[in-house]
């Protein structure tokens, strides 16, 4: 599965979580990823690839702003991604439908 989805998982006793998947996730997989969730709803599906260029987390220096989610620095610092984003965990797509 290539490209991006967007989901909206709901929990029972805390507040609903949106995350990004890259590549695409099943509901099935996301489920899987969030054992604790009651429900998962896609906001949105994209067939580009993830790119540092167009993720919400990309200073406008070019800088990572979420590096140690993204798995490429232990902690906080003005880092950019190795392969510009195309194996992020951390990626966000810019101008998303939430």
Known sequence: MSGAN???VHFPAASDLTVTFAPRASAAEVMDRYGDAEAVTMIDDWDGEPSCDDCDNRS???NCMQPVEAGIAESFGLVKHPDNGDSCVAYE???RLV
Do not use: A, D, N, Y
């Open 60 to 62: 406008r220096f070019g």
């Open 93 to 95: 797509r810019r101008g």
């Open 6 to 8: 967007v989901w909206l």
